[in-house]
């Protein structure tokens, strides 16, 4: 079986990509960055150290890279059983031209085997997201053929994987925790189940999405921003700040309310999912700063995204979401002179001021209670 996987960053080489080498897959990353590329196709190996009470160092090895610009990636795209991605969510639409082309090129070199692409994005059915980027640069005669071959296969990927902290400035090696959980929406794939030590098929994807992106992603977005605001440089020195893991642990409980509602979960073993997100917070082998697990606020504030959409559910269901606002008021005061998103939050502040800029940027009432509820916590924080 031969695969091309898209983003060889953190969660492509230290958890989708490593688990698809492992399972001896022919493996190709596509990136954009030359170093990388170029230590991958030196070396077609690296080292994955996963971190916990042992250290334990793996190699991943095999493995090939080319650039996502440019015909190869198209040749592999017409070629391969498998593609994944791991780019984050925004890069989905630019590398869709690729992949239509790709297609284009499969079809018309009478490959009908079936094709299967995976989208491995913290976001709510990404792969259907970039099927629709897809066909949208498919010639229309192509459209019927894709339906008919490519498996759109939606999934939930969850291991915290922080940039390495390599002694040796190595660009390739990669520091995870133990615990991954990567599960696929088994009603989209086209051929046969492939049965890939690591990925978990389901017919109820939607329950795991959201268990995932709404309990551990609301959490570790809370513990960013409002580390950030108490002078925490990492997710660890946060969450032990007992101030702010009282209300990120409110924030999961609101948000673990609607799920269970939702979804009906066993409310016991939705609390135990919670102790060991806030465990994994709490890892003393990671060192994930919060300025990572802040990155792009004004994605994180968006409808669907990790602290309006359980906001939403509270409103929806009529239950308590003082701890989500207050994780949302901490988020529009996130800082970072990286991050170009921080940058645009901060001019639509200074343009708007909090109550326009929250409703714009999450599509709340302006004049709703909730957005005064969160402009008052914002002006609480200032
Ligand atoms: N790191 C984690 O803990 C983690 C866990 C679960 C899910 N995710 C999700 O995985 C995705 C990637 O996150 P990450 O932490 O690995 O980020 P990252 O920045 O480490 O990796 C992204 C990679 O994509 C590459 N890239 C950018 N543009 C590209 C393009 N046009 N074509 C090909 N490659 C391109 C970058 O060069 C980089 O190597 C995000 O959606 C994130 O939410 C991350
Ligand atoms: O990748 P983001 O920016 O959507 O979110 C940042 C972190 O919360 C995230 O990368 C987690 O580490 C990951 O989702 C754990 O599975």
Redesign the pocket.
């Known amino acids: 079986m031969k695969a091309l996987h898209?983003?060889?960053?953190?969660?492509?080489r230290g958890f989708i990509g490593k688990l698809l080498a492992d399972a001896g897959i022919q493996l190709t990353f596509?990136?954009?960055?030359q170093v990388?590329l170029d230590a991958l196709n030196a070396r077609h190996s690296y080292q994955v150290h996963v971190v916990g009470e042992q250290e334990q160092v793996d190699t991943v090895s095999n493995v090939n890279a080319v650039s996502?610009i440019g015909d190869e990636v198209i040749d592999l795209i017409a070629e391969v059983d498998l593609v994944t991605t791991?780019?984050?969510?925004v890069?989905l639409e630019?590398?869709a031209p690729s992949v239509a082309k790709g297609l284009v090129l499969r079809r018309a070199n009478g490959n009908e085997k079936p094709l299967n692409i995976i989208a491995?994005?913290?976001m709510v059915r990404g792969t259907s997201q970039l099927k629709a980027h897809v066909l949208k640069a498919l010639p229309e005669d192509d459209q019927a053929w894709v339906e008919e071959h490519v498996g759109f296969v939606d999934s939930a990927?969850?291991?915290?994987?922080p940039p390495s902290a390599s002694a040796t400035n190595d660009p390739l090696e990669v520091t995870v925790e133990t615990f991954s959980e990567w599960i696929v929406d088994k009603t989209q794939f086209k051929g046969e189940l492939p049965n890939i030590a690591g990925m978990e098929l389901t017919d109820n994807l939607m329950a795991f999405v959201e268990r995932k992106l709404f309990t551990l992603n609301t959490g570790h977005a809370i513990t960013a921003y409002l580390g950030q605001l108490a002078g925490h440089q990492t997710i660890r020195d946060a969450i032990l700040d007992e101030k702010i893991r009282a209300v990120v642990k409110g924030a999961m409980d609101e948000s673990g309310a609607v799920l269970i509602k939702r979804y009906g979960f066993d409310a016991d073993k939705h609390a135990a999912y919670i102790q060991k997100i806030l465990g994994r917070f709490e890892n003393p082998y990671l060192k994930d700063d919060v300025e990572r697990v802040g990155r792009q606020p004004l994605r994180k504030l968006s409808a669907g995204d990790r602290l309006i959409k359980p906001l939403l559910g509270t409103l929806e269901y009529d239950l308590p979401h003082a701890n989500l606002v207050e994780g949302i008021a901490a988020a529009m005061h996130y800082r970072s002179e990286q991050d170009p998103q921080a940058q645009e939050l901060v001019a639509l502040l200074t343009q708007t001021g909090p109550q326009a800029t929250l409703a714009q940027v999450s599509g709340l009432d302006a004049n709703s209670d909730v957005v005064a509820q969160a402009v008052k916590a914002y002006n609480a924080k200032a």
């Open positions: 898209f983003g060889a960053g953190n969660i492509g596509a990136d954009v960055n990388v996502s791991a780019v984050g969510p890069v630019r590398i491995c994005e913290n990927v969850d291991r915290i994987v």
